[in-house]
């Protein structure tokens, strides 16, 4: 039987103020292996401020609700699911959904929490889950490597500077403001990187000298992509998982033509000749494809933050009915750590 339950529905695309609306929706009937969450809180990522622009391919039509990850307590299991999990306080992904007061997701995609702060759980789903899969799933960062971390006060940026701190790591942190130069410098980064004053490349080139870039973090792509990969040396890894340059142009086609363009071209003998690589990260793909490998990045993680190893960072929080406000500022980028929303 289905169940009624109220979300906050992407309507349209465009501004934030314009694209949201809170109504009531109806949840499809619990399947066997699914358990049912009360959420009390959702996380904001910046696949939503693309899917809320019309430029994230996953999305799905209009109208829809978007969120990937909730912190609540489960209130019903599906008939694979065992019992003990009823009344169970968790962090979970959400293949969508998440923008909602109860949730469907599968029982491999959620963590107890038991009492630990929701924002910070928030944290722990989508982005600590995507650092740790890059940097201790899908590469093998070692101790003394040269690493570029884009947009490095932002979520992810903050959960790899942590992760990757523990590996002894040289970090290249960029961002845009001084003013979140205090928040990385505590972080405990090597090199703090502003490209609003000079062009990033040449000031990494300057500390470098003659050395070179062993991995850089990109969730921007477009024209940084030819950068990272003139700074990275033989052996180096340039990951993509996102393509924030895009966001926000307002020409359709010809943008993502002109996105696309400053890429260029990459001539795959040229990448076994230098032994360098190029990663692409699709979180949805990994957890449509590879659901247990997800489920190891989701319970390494909630682990770390449980043993004190790992702190992640809620930059603002805000409640449901200021979502539209919410999304703006994460699509400002003056927002630093995770931005939490509470019904």
Known sequence: MMMKTTAIQLIKNGTAEQAFEEKEIALPELEDDEVQIEVESFGLNYADVMARNGLYREAPPLPCVLGYEVVGKIVATGKDVSDHLKGKRVVAFTRFGGYAKHVHTKEIAVAEISDYDSGKALCLATQYVTAFYMSHVATTVQKGDCVLIHAAAGGVGTALIQLLKGKEATIFAKTGSDRKKTYLEELGVDHI???????????????????????SFNPVAGSTFKKDWRLLGNGGSLILFGGSERSGKKWGILSTLNFVRKMGIIIPITLMMRSKSILGINMLKVADYKPYTLEFCLKAVVEKALNDEIHPQVGATYSADELPEAHAFLESGKSTGKVVVNW
């Open 193 to 215: 990187i502003n490209y609003n004053k000079q062009d990033y490349g040449d000031q990494i080139q300057h500390i470098l000298k003659r050395q070179r870039l062993d991995i």
